[in-house]
């Protein structure tokens, strides 16, 4: 997630875009930057790859001369690597508009060849780039028409026209230095808020950028625009209509405004979920074409027609996420294995010119996915990275790389980052069944149809939050757990085993259901939680089974159901899901366990966003 700033008012704009991008800084990010128009014309900028304190001293160095109003940005890089050509602001040809964006315009090759070939000359490898002169051409044509000579109904109107072309999600501000009294905001899937001051306005991505200036706050909605000055805002819809809208009066101290008003990162991210998802199903699945991967990472549907075995490399919850692709192709009958990188030594010697290494890490620093995959190289095989990261080492040593477009993960424990690990492997693994249209044409699109309603199914199963709190806290005297499913559901009790593990410091084990009478069963003892994913599959007989083997011996049996399977199954309790089809229900499954164990770690007084002896990234092996 980038962040955003804006500032309209009497203060020197520099001082207040840098204080509120420091307050924005718990975002992440990998580089950032300033503008704002001079109140006689022309603009000031500076940017940098780097971090605040680099910025601020180049602003020291050199500072605005009577600046007016003002955009700032932290990047998160999901387009373009970071560097300071890629950094925000980005402005047009004749250096007179400029622009931040947070989001992916989703068409954005489109609009690039299409002004690129008007004579734009583009300076960075970003799709923000393509809004600003998008605007630069609107403005130049608006201009040119209009008679009065009053140029912010034209900044106005070549801004509202821009919004209409772009397709995706996106948090803009953009400032024109003919205008230097207004910044002009848009919000479309991507968050943005105004903070309304005495004589001096504040936009940004969230509270936090200008709680130490006002407490009053308008939170847009989505197709809101908001033409902001410093005696106020004014607020239409993207047809250009009037629109009222309310102010708030934040409560939040700046601690609580960075989580979102959530108590934790880790819960603030488990419920950003929804959108992980979306944004990384963005732009690769309507309509199912043969040439999306082909154009957005250069992977040609040839050689997911030519790859005879993929194979999952990643460590930890990045492994579970690979173990559920590995179901997923098999599903449509490609050769899949997943590996713990690790572990991964002696699967090399299988690998060859016909293999597709598949390594999924969230940070793509960790060292053991890393070496295993120099190890898959090394033995011929070629290699797709799906990582969260741009720039990072494992996007380097890859021959493509299918970004997850989740944002800066903070807690420690995975949450937003696996789902969207998992839809980006569903991407895959719908285009591998397109390309291999031979048989499975129909049900890669059905699949696809599927797989774009998952967002909605994810925030349904939000909804369980409170019931799931309860149950944490009834089982906050238990030490030991188990996690049972069968399938493709099987590494979400592997899943949902670890995430209790690491925050909560209980032992849990989740385990192949089928399992149970090779051994485990022998350590269930009275009173001992048990939770089985138990929605709807075609083993739900055979789960219904070791469910009740496990209640005979004292289980307290917890179901994970849906509204079809919850009368099949018997357990001492049920949580409820959305029904999802079963090849997809992983992404609705993970939900309550992962909220299980937060309020578990809650309960039990742990220190969740930075729980003992863990790292973000292992990047030693
Ligand atoms: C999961 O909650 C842990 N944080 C850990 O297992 C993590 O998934 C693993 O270390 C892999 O990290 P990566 O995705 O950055 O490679």
Redesign the pocket.
């Known amino acids: 997630m980038c962040g955003i700033v804006g500032y309209v008012g009497s203060r020197n704009s520099s001082d207040v875009l840098v204080e509120g991008l420091r307050r924005l800084e718990y975002r992440g990010y990998d580089s950032c930057g300033i503008a704002s128009v001079k109140a006689k014309g022309g603009l000031y900028l500076k940017r940098v790859s780097g971090r605040i304190e680099a910025l601020k001293g180049l602003v020291e160095a050199d500072p605005p001369k009577d600046p007016g109003a003002g955009i700032g940005h932290t990047r998160w890089a999901t387009h373009g690597v970071p560097s300071e050509d890629n950094a925000h602001p980005h402005t047009d040809c004749a250096g007179e508009l400029v622009l931040v964006h947070n989001g992916i315009i989703e068409n954005y090759l489109e609009l690039r060849e299409k002004l690129a070939g008007s004579g734009h000359a583009f300076k960075s490898e970003t799709d923000t780039e393509a809004a600003v002169h998008l605007l630069e051409r609107n403005v130049k044509e608006l201009s040119a028409r209009s008679s009065s000579g009053m140029l912010e109904p034209v900044f106005f109107e070549a801004f509202r026209r821009t919004l209409a072309e772009l397709k995706g999600s996106f948090a803009i501000a953009a400032v024109w230095d003919k205008c230097p009294g207004v910044v002009m905001t848009a919000r479309m899937h991507s968050p943005l808020v105004l903070g309304l001051g005495e004589g001096e306005n504040f936009v940004a991505s969230d509270v936090s950028a200008f709680l130490k200036f006002t407490r009053r706050a308008v939170f847009l909605n989505d197709g809101d625009i908001a033409a902001v000055r410093a005696g106020g805002a004014e607020f239409f819809d993207f047809a250009g209509r009037k629109a009222r809208r309310d102010s708030v009066n934040i409560q939040w101290d700046s601690t609580m405004a960075e989580k979102g008003g959530y108590r934790h990162f880790m819960l603030k991210e488990i419920h950003e979920q929804a959108a992980s998802v979306e944004n990384t199903l963005r732009g690769r699945l309507l309509p199912l074409k043969e040439d999306t991967l082909a154009r957005e990472i250069n992977l040609d549907p040839a050689v997911l027609r030519s790859v005879k075995t993929v194979q999952f490399i990643?460590?930890?919850?990045?492994y579970h996420a690979g173990l559920v692709g590995k179901y997923a192709l098999e599903n449509f009958q490609v050769p899949a294995h997943a590996d713990l990188a690790s572990e991964y030594s002696d699967r090399s010697k299988l690998a060859g010119p016909d293999t597709l290494a598949v390594a999924i890490?969230?940070?793509g620093e960790?060292a053991d996915?890393i070496h295993a995959v120099r190890e898959a190289k090394a033995a011929g095989a070629r290699v797709l990275a799906v990582t969260n990261t741009v720039g990072s080492t494992l996007t380097r040593e890859a021959d493509w790389v299918l970004y997850t477009h989740c944002g800066p993960e903070i807690g420690?424990?995975?949450t937003k980052?696996f789902v969207g690990q998992l839809a980006a492997i569903y991407v895959l693994a719908a285009h591998f069944a397109a390309a291999r249209k031979a048989v499975f044409d129909s049900d890669a699109r059905a699949f696809a149809a599927e797989l774009l309603k998952v967002p909605r199914l994810i925030e349904d199963a939000l909804a369980m939050e409170k019931e799931i709190e309860a149950l944490a806290k009834r089982y906050a005297d238990r030490e030991h757990f188990l996690f049972i499913a069968r399938h493709i559901n099987y590494p979400i009790a592997l899943e949902g085993a670890?995430?209790i593990k690491?925050i909560s410091y209980v032992h849990a084990e989740g385990y192949a259901a089928g399992e149970m009478k090779h051994g485990p069963i022998a350590i269930i003892d009275k009173g001992m939680p048990v939770l089985a994913v138990a929605t709807s599959s075609r083993a739900l007989k055979l789960m219904a089974g070791n469910m009740q083997e496990a209640g005979a011996r004292g289980a307290e049996v917890v179901a994970i159901v849906d509204k079809e399977s919850r009368g099949q199954v018997r357990a001492s309790r049920y949580i409820e899901v959305p029904q999802a089809p079963e090849i997809l229900s992983p992404l609705v499954n993970v939900i309550p366990l992962q909220l299980f164990s937060y309020y578990s770690a809650l309960a039990r007084g742990c220190d969740i966003d930075k729980p003992r002896n863990l790292a973000k990234?292992?990047t030693v092996r």
């Open positions: 990643a460590c930890g919850t990045a890490s969230q940070s960790t996915t420690v424990a995975s980052a670890l995430k690491e990234s292992v």
